[in-house]
């Protein structure tokens, strides 16, 4: 079974800049898609910013320009470099990705933007 972990998250203060990972284990392919979603309490899930094959990266239009997707060196393997965060930016990231298993969700990393 796949399965997703997820790093980097913590506390920074605004203008600050965190960088997050997400590595995918028991996968026998590269994805489909991978990418990540936010959720603060009370609020929908919503994409922050996915890879495409063949395809520019999409990017929630909150993120843009400060936000950066990009595939390690590792397969099944991308980073999330997030810079001039604000405080709206805090929430729960998760990881996603699609394979031909399946959609699979990691546990969330938590970053929080105060000062």
């Known amino acids: 079974q796949v399965q997703l972990a997820e790093s980097g998250g913590g506390l920074v203060q605004p203008g600050g800049s965190l960088r997050l990972s997400c590595a995918a284990s028991g996968t026998r392919f590269l994805f489909y898609n991978m990418g990540w979603y936010r959720q603060v309490p009370g609020k929908e899930r919503e994409l922050v910013a996915v890879i495409i094959p063949g395809s520019p990266a999409k990017y929630a239009d909150s993120v843009r320009g400060r936000f950066t997707i990009s595939e390690d060196n590792v397969p099944n393997k991308v980073t999330l470099q997030m810079h001039s965060l604000k405080q709206e930016d805090s929430a729960v990231y998760y990881c996603?990705?699609?394979?031909?298993?399946?959609?699979?969700w990691g546990q969330g990393t938590e970053v929080t933007v105060s000062s």
């Open positions: 996603n990705g699609r394979w031909d298993t399946g959609e699979y």
